[in-house]
Each structure stands twice: as structure tokens, then as C-alpha cells.
């Protein structure tokens, strides 16, 4: 079902729109100090560094990562042994990467957040961890038989650059795979808070610019991306993940919580624009979502793949 978002807001606009005159709010993430020149990239690595932002998106917002984690793993061919030797990249808490090792796979696990890299070391012992920036990977070309990526390619400043990575560092036949939230083309908790940042937010507090949250669930943008990088065979399917909680005010807990760019608008709200935020996020879960509690609040995920030529 489309869900209608205020003109301008397609997701793939939604920095340009949130973003005022390319600067970045006037509050840091705790509502002190100013942060003008911060890039996107600065805010990606100083909020996902934020070992509070790591364990809450573990907890909570992981939920529902976690349900895509079969299909990644499955369209790396590790099951088949088809790929034995995988880089997780964005590993996050390590949670595809716990999938890939329970498949058999040699993993290597990147991401650029040491907190991240602390939970995902002690979730997932059998792999081999590496701090990196997946727009400049430290590995040899050929030396993957695949990547994934979950849910780590909007939130890099320049996609095609991890993209090429990706095309680089596997052997030729190898895959990549990777999800992205859906956007408004699907009833989704995400496009509901930001419709609602965009609607009651107050619009000084703006994020750097950066690739739209959702730009590569869309197929008009990934595969020809995929393709200029060296990827063909491009798929995509969609995964119906959601959260299950007794909170009908989950999706804004969640976001504010344990998310980079939607937690950084968020926190820097005034008192007023936070709880017309909040309110209606919790009437889109009472209208939407069943009855609850417990709610069972949708945030579907494309997952796309491509075979390296
Ligand atoms: C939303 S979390 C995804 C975690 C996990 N892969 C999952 O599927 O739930 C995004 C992860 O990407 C990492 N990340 C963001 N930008 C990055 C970059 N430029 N290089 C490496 N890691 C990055 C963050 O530190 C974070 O751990």
C-alpha cells in the first residue's frame, strides 16, 4: 500500500528536504553544542560510535533486521557452498554475520564503528573482525567469494564507491547481497517517522547531505548502480520484516534511540515538535497495525543481489 507523504518528500528527496541549506542542526545529538560543519560521514561514525546508540539498535530496532538475515545468507550461496569465504560488510552487531558462520562460511566482518565491533566480536567469536570504511576496504581484489550488507548502504556518503568495492574485492562470479528499508512505495514504520519529522519537526534541525535513506530499495537506482560497478543478474525481493511490541510508540522509541540520522533529528527536537512526533507515530500503529498490544508494526526490506561479471 503507498502511504501519502507530503509533496517533496519522495524518500529518495528526503535529505534535500530535511537538510536546510546543507547544514547540519544547531544542537549535537544530546542537545548541546553547535555542529554546523559536520559532514554526513562525520555524523554516521560519531553516532553509530555512540555505544548507547549501538546496544539499543541490538536490542530494539535489530528486531527486525534479524528476520532478513535467511535471505542474505542464502543468496551468498553459503548454504550450497558455492561461497565459502564471505565479507559482511557494515556488520554491525554482527548478526549476518552470525547467520553466514551458522551456514558453514569463513566470514570476515567490517564495519567502521568500534562499538559495533565489540558486541558483534562477543555475538560471533568464529569471525575475523576488521575496523574498515566500506568505501576504502583494506582486501585484496578477489579475495571473497561474496558480500553482504546489511543494512549498511545508506548510511555511507557515496554508495556507488562501496558498491565498487564490493565489485573488487570478490572473485568474477561471485555475489553480492545487500537490504535496504523500503520506503513509502510500502507501508513501513520508517516512512511513517519521517513523514512525521517532515510534518511536525522543526526544520532547523537537519541532516548533512547524504543518499536518501531508501534510494537503493529502488530498482530504478540500484541496478544501474550495481551494473556500472560490474554486477549483473540483479535481483530484488522483498522481505515483510516488522517489529513485534507492546508499545505503540515503538517505531519512535526505536528510531530515536538506536538509528544515526533518524535518532540525530530526533533527540535535537524541540519538547513540542518530539511529542506531535510521537503522537502520531503511536496513531498510525493504533490505525494500522492490528490490535494491540502487542502491535505487530511493518518496516519491510528490500533485499537485492547481483552476480560480479
Ligand atoms: C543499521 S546498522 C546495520 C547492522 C547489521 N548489519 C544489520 O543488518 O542489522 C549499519 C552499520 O553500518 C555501519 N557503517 C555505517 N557507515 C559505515 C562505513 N562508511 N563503513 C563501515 N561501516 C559503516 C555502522 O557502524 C553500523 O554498524
Known amino acids: 500500500m503507498q502511504q501519502s507523504l507530503p509533496r517533496g518528500f519522495g524518500t529518495r528527496n528526503l535529505p534535500a528536504l530535511l537538510a536546510a541549506g546543507g547544514e547540519c542542526a544547531r544542537l549535537g545529538p544530546s542537545g548541546q553544542g553547535a ?59 554482527g548478526n549476518v554475520s552470525e547467520g553466514l558462520v551458522a551456514a558453514g562460511a ?32 583494506p582486501f585484496d581484489a578477489g579475495r571473497f567469494d561474496a558480500v553482504t550488507i546489511g543494512f549498511g548502504l545508506p548510511h555511507v556518503p557515496d554508495p556507488p564507491k562501496v558498491m565498487a568495492e564490493c565489485a573488487r574485492v570478490p572473485k568474477p562470479g561471485g555475489r553480492i547481497a545487500y537490504t535496504v528499508w523500503h520506503g513509502a512505495e510500502k507501508t513501513s514504520a520508517l516512512a511513517t517517522v519521517f513523514k512525521a519529522i517532515a510534518e511536525h519537526g522543526d526544520p532547523d534541525i537537519a541532516l548533512p547531505p547524504g543518499p536518501g535513506a531508501t534510494d537503493y530499495a ?41 538509528t544515526a540520522r533518524g535518532g540525530y533529528l530526533l533527540r535535537n527536537q524541540p519538547p513540542d515538535a518530539a511529542r506531535a512526533i510521537k503522537a502520531e507515530v503511536e496513531a498510525w500503529t493504533h490505525a494500522t497495525c492490528g490490535n494491540g498490544p502487542p502491535w505487530t508494526i511493518p518496516i519491510p526490506a528490500a533485499l537485492i543481489s547481483a552476480t560480479r561479471v
Open 35 to 93: 555542529e554546523m560543519s559536520e559532514t554526513f560521514g562525520e555524523l554516521e561514525l560519531r553516532e553509530w560510535s555512540d555505544a548507547a546508540v549501538a546496544r539499543a539498535y541490538a536490542r530494539d530496532f535489530a528486531q527486525a533486521s534479524q528476520m532478513c538475515v535467511p535471505g542474505l545468507v542464502a543468496a551468498t550461496g553459503a548454504e550450497t557452498r558455492r561461497a565459502t569465504d564471505v565479507l559482511d560488510l557494515c556488520c554491525g552487531h
Open 218 to 258: 529502488q530498482p530504478d537506482i540500484a541496478f544501474p548502480a550495481l551494473g556500472a560497478a560490474g554486477f549483473t543478474e540483479c535481483q530484488l525481493t522483498t522481505i515483510p520484516s516488522a517489529w513485534t511490541a507492546d508499545d505503540p510508540a515503538a517505531p519512535f522509541r526505536f528510531f530515536i534511540e538506536g
Open 106 to 137: 569463513s566470514v570476515t566482518s567490517a564495519d567502521f564503528s568500534p562499538a559495533m565491533l565489540d558486541l558483534a566480536r562477543a555475538r560471533v567469536p568464529q569471525a575475523t573482525f576488521v575496523q574498515a570504511d566500506a568505501m576504502d576496504l
